[in-house]
């Protein structure tokens, strides 16, 4: 069965930095995709980052500011989010699966995910 559980979320400061975690069970992170979405209230889900076969991909409104990054060893994949906007407040949820290249950035190129983790940006 998989697995995946977020956590680290909470509230910051405009400006300032958070670091998500998302530990996956019963599939390795390296098979096909894995990647952050986030959802604002009122809002559809949109995706933020992913990392598919070696290349990152990121969302254009996080790009410079947001990284992901993995350890193998921990099965375990990070969003670091820096210079933290209020525009980033919304539920962030990882995903696994094995999306083609032309659903990488869809919701429905996804078959895995987690339970999400709130991230409150103060102004």
């Known amino acids: 069965q998989v697995q995946l559980a977020e956590s680290g979320g909470g509230t910051a400061e405009t400006g300032g930095s958070l670091r998500l975690s998302c530990a996956l069970s019963?599939?390795?992170?390296?098979?096909?995709?894995m990647a952050w979405f986030r959802q604002a209230p009122g809002k559809e889900r949109e995706f933020v980052t992913a990392?598919?076969?070696?290349?990152?991909y990121y969302a254009d409104s996080v790009k410079g500011r947001f990284t992901i990054s993995r350890d193998r060893a921990l099965n375990t994949v990070y969003l670091q989010m820096n210079s933290l906007k209020p525009e980033d407040t919304a539920v962030y949820y990882c995903?696994?699966?094995?999306?083609?290249?032309?659903?990488?950035?869809?919701?429905?190129?996804?078959?895995?995910w987690g339970q999400g983790t709130q991230v409150t940006v103060s102004p």
């Open positions: 995903a696994a699966g094995r999306p083609i290249l032309s659903t990488l950035r869809l919701s429905s190129g996804y078959s895995y």
């Open positions: 019963g599939r390795s992170i390296s098979d096909g995709a």
């Open positions: 990392f598919r076969m070696g290349n990152t």
